[in-house]
């Protein structure tokens, strides 16, 4: 019986320890604030991420902006998924494939096209890439990221690429 109980124990104590060497599974969701757009350009942008494992996310991105003639609309959606590269899990260098759906307004008058709807929607799909920073609490982050991406349905007063860049301060928890 003695030899059970101390056979059961160490059992148990080697499947307590596992995993806890190296990947810290508590810190799985993250919000960010792209401080590097606002600057440049006052448009408000955030984005969520999700992390699955320790090399890989999904995520999603809300933008607003208040110029509707902007160069990427005035209102942003989208969903991207990362890989990350780096040695630290959940940080480093990540690839990046993502969407965005985004409306606008074109800011071309002219008399000879008459009655256009100068409002559009769009959807693009492209790839980015960056780099991720965290503290040695796994709390805080620093991000610089960018991305290019074809339109899908463009119309002829659209580009048929749009980039996107940013530098982002978060939060996990």
Known sequence: MMKFLVSLTAVLFS????????YNDSNRHEIKFNVGQFL?????ES?????????TS????????GDATAYNGNFGIGPNVRAYFGYAPQSGFFAEVFGLYYTGED??????????????????????????????SQRFIIEINGGLSRNINPEDFQSDFMFKAGLSLGFRF
């Open 47 to 55: 984005s969520y991420e999700y992390y699955l494992n320790e090399d």
């Open 15 to 22: 499947i307590s320890m596992a995993g806890q060497a190296y």
């Open 107 to 136: 800011d071309e008058v002219s008399q000879n096209l008459g009655g256009r709807d100068y409002d559009y929607a769009t959807t693009a799909i492209g790839l980015g890439a960056g780099s991720k920073w965290t503290t040695r």
């Open 58 to 65: 999904i995520g999603g991105t809300l933008y607003f902006s």
């Open 40 to 44: 440049v350009t006052s448009v408000i």
